[in-house]
């Protein structure tokens, strides 16, 4: 098997779902998405969304493992208490850029997007929220 640092998000979002043992439709239909909203995260024409972060994780998916390639992908007990704070902030990040390029009218690409989204979420971990500040600059890197 490749290193999963090396995969993709949606190549470890599909590894997952094989390692479940189900079809895109029943496993769409368990995280309560489209057929459609899980086959462009697979093929990593988006990233997926904080609803789906969160659903993955009560899973028992290492969220950190899906994002970054890091650590194992099931999540241990003693895992389970601090992931789900890193799963909030990089939800809270993710709403907060998609906010921002929204509001803004500014489209950006999948991976530019995952730029800003990881940026902000760096500069988030130390306080372990989202400063506005910090995102309206991070936000206003996007094209």
Sequence with gaps: MIESAKQSIGDRLR???????????????????STTGLQSN???RSLPNS???????????NVNWLLSGEGQMLLSNSLAETEQGDV??????????????QEG?????????????DALYQASKQT???????????AKLAA
């Design 105 to 117: 009218k500014k489209v950006a690409t999948y991976q530019q997007r995952r730029a800003l989204v």
């Design 128 to 138: 372990g929220e989202i400063d506005k500040t910090t995102a309206i600059m991070i």
């Design 42 to 44: 697979e093929s990593n």
């Design 15 to 33: 590894i997952f779902r094989e390692f479940k043992k189900l079809t895109q439709s029943q496993f769409a239909s368990a995280m309560e998405m």
């Design 51 to 61: 609803k789906l972060l969160v659903a993955l994780y009560h899973q028992g998916l």
């Design 88 to 101: 909030k902030l990089y939800a809270d990040a993710m709403e907060a850029i998609d906010y921002l390029l």
